[in-house]
């Protein structure tokens, strides 16, 4: 049976002044969604990771009902310290119907040239899990190595040298406690001086 193609459903989000352009690798079904943004998952952390590296306060992308994450806040945010979220895949098969990189098959990975056209003063990638660092690696050169996590490689792109950091995912299936996540993350800020 021919699996259906599943195109990304939203658009990049690429404030401008971007400096570091954060990939996932795909959204989770829609119907674990708690808003129409990047990491809507609410079993995701990556709000909660940004609230604590940022604020010390994990709940401080939340809205007031505490059950959704709020989206307007969010993206104030990101706007405000120049980081750009989008996913490194375009189009996908879901092995399963549910939001696992491990039943991703990546058909077209995202047009990276066409997105930094758009924010040419973007500086480094950082890559928020495993299938997202495979699939943007893919992109450069053979000889480009895989980061480990928490730290950065130079590529060359476009004739452009940018910072490759790999990040730790921000899913719960990912055993590391969150603190533990906010402060790697928070490191990467510094480095950028975004934080």
């Avoid at 939001?99 to 950082?126: H, M, Q, R, Y």
């Avoid at 004739?159 to 921000?170: A, D, E, G, I």
């Avoid at 990912?174 to 906010?182: D, I, M, T, V």
């Amino acid at each position: 049976m021919m699996l259906p193609i599943e195109t990304h459903p939203l658009q990049p989000f690429l404030p401008g002044k971007t400096r570091l352009l954060m990939l996932g690798s795909f959204p989770p079904p829609k119907a674990k969604w708690k808003m129409d943004f990047y990491y809507p998952n609410f079993q995701n952390d990556m709000w909660r990771i940004l609230g604590l590296a940022f604020f010390n306060e994990k709940d401080y992308f939340l809205s007031e009902n505490k059950f959704s994450f709020d989206k307007e806040k969010i993206m104030e945010f990101l706007s405000l310290k120049g980081i750009a979220v989008c996913d490194t895949a375009h189009e996908v098969h879901r092995l399963k119907g549910n939001a696992s990189d491990n039943f991703l098959e990546i058909v077209t990975p995202l047009n990276l040239e066409n997105i930094l056209s758009k924010i040419p003063d973007c500086k480094a990638f950082a890559t928020t899990g495993e299938k997202a660092t495979e699939t943007l690696r893919s992109l450069f050169p053979a000889t480009t190595p895989i980061p480990k996590i928490g730290n950065s490689v130079t590529v060359d792109f476009l004739n452009k040298k940018y910072k490759f950091y790999r990040m730790p995912s921000s899913s719960r299936a990912y055993p590391r406690p969150l603190s533990e996540k906010a402060k790697i993350y928070r490191q990467l800020f510094t480095e950028m001086e975004i934080l």
